[in-house]
């Protein structure tokens, strides 16, 4: 056994740091559910509340550009197949269009997959993380 860690050695009864208010644990699965939602004094939430916020955030990002890079590239190509008989003053003119048909193609398409894959990642990770915390 080390020097310092025989009980005859302590002075007095383990004190807890300042931030922990409430070292018990709460009685039921629903009791500890509710306890996930409240902040701390600082303000901030618990681990696994901010773990479900990050995941849908980078869920929504993957599924924009998921979603977004083949409709930007789709709707670029069938502008171009549409527009042949347009007369543009100048080359410039035509890239313009293309590209603005393409970034509207991306922002349509993936907004639809974004909500969509962020609404399943959230609902995925939050069932996980309150079937986790009930136990």
Do not use: C
Request: aromatic share 12%; glycine share 8%; proline share 6%.
């Amino acid at each position: 056994m080390a020097q310092g860690a025989s009980p005859e050695n302590q002075e007095g009864p383990y004190q807890l740091p300042s931030t922990i208010q409430n070292p018990e644990t709460p009685e039921s699965g629903w009791d500890r559910i509710k306890e996930l939602f409240k902040p701390n004094q600082l303000g901030q939430y618990p681990e696994e509340v901010q773990a479900v916020v990050k995941s849908t955030i980078t869920g929504a990002i993957l599924g924009w550009v998921y979603g977004g890079v083949p409709a930007a590239r789709q709707s670029r190509e069938h502008y171009i197949r549409q527009s042949q008989a347009e007369i543009y003053q100048h080359k410039v003119e035509a890239v313009r269009s293309a590209h603005n048909a393409a970034l509207r193609g991306f922002i349509r398409y993936g907004w639809r997959w974004s909500w969509r894959v962020a609404a399943f990642v959230t609902v995925f990770n939050s069932v996980s993380t309150g079937l986790t915390v009930d136990q």
